[in-house]
């Protein structure tokens, strides 16, 4: 299934990925144009965690994976995480560092050979931690943080990184309704202001689709549906896809909130 495929950012061509050989993902084809925003919903464990890793060459995959039209796999580590910022779903929390400290890991594969942060890396970092309301917990150790604030610093670091696709895992994991608009809308202004292409996953459907332009509906690996949110988001496609019971309301600008009903 293809979701825009003029003139893609990122094209998925007969992506299968997995662990030790096991297919999760199997056969995925996604065109997303630049400056787009496609969510990935689909039930736990239907591997949309994984397909976001499989992009940003976190694990065993076969079929091609484009970024303006370049195979990533021919990039390397550094070229490619200067291309490709990703916010995993649970990262791993490196002991004894600041706010700081994670988020300027963001700039490392942009340092000189010398390896020091400039003067511009340390302003990009001040930015994002302003940007995501930050700037008061700087200087904190991350594992200081509250679940919603350590959230927050996983997507400044993948922030800090500029880079022209962002792959997000559940940004809004843990956060408050008012940070997860915010961090919604940070997102949407960097892809409208930058162009930046952005790929999340989103267990909220009604968020997925205020903010994203296409979803991709993934069951058992595979793509099962894809095209604007109102048209993927049917009571009979999540009935069947995830055994939900819900109903279809529409904000007054016309989106589809996703509703359970007992
Ligand atoms: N490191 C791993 N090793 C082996 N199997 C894995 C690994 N990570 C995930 N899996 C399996 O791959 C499948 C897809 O998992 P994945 O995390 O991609 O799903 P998901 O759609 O993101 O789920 P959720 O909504 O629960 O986060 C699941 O069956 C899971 O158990």
Redesign the pocket.
């Known amino acids: 299934m293809t979701v825009a495929a003029d003139g893609s950012a990122l094209e998925l061509r007969g992506l299968s990925a997995?662990?030790?050989g096991?297919w999760?993902?199997r056969d995925v084809d996604v065109a997303v144009r630049r400056g787009a925003w496609v969510a990935?919903i689909?039930?736990?464990?239907?591997?949309?965690?994984?397909?976001?890793?499989a992009v940003a060459g976190l694990?065993d995959h076969t079929g091609e994976v484009l970024l303006h039209g370049e195979p990533l796999s021919r990039l390397g580590p550094r070229a490619r995480a200067r291309a490709v910022g990703y916010a995993p779903?649970t990262p791993e929390l490196p002991e004894g560092l600041t706010v700081t400290d994670y988020v300027l890991f963001g700039r490392t594969p942009h340092l000189g050979p010398l390896a020091r942060e400039s003067r511009a890396d340390l302003e990009i970092v001040a930015d994002a931690l302003d940007r995501l309301d930050l700037s008061a917990l700087a200087h904190r150790p991350l594992r200081t943080l509250s679940g919603g604030e350590r959230q927050r610093a996983v997507l400044g670091r993948a922030l800090a990184q500029r880079a022209d696709l962002l792959l997000l895992?559940?940004p809004t994991t843990g956060l408050d309704i008012g940070h997860a608009q915010a961090l919604l809308d940070l997102v949407d202004h960097l892809r409208r202001a930058d162009g930046t292409t952005v790929v999340s996953?989103l267990?909220d459907l009604t968020l997925a689709a205020q903010y994203a332009d296409e979803l991709v509906l993934?069951d058992r690996?595979r793509v099962v549906a894809a095209g604007p949110p109102a048209d993927v988001l049917t009571a009979e496609l999540l009935a069947a896809r995830y055994a939900a019971r819900v109903t279809i309301l529409t904000t007054p600008d016309g989106a589809p909130v996703v509703a359970p009903v007992r």
């Open positions: 997995g662990y030790r096991r999760v993902v990935v689909g039930p736990n464990g239907a591997g949309k965690s994984t397909l976001l890793k694990v779903q895992d559940e996953t267990h993934v690996g």
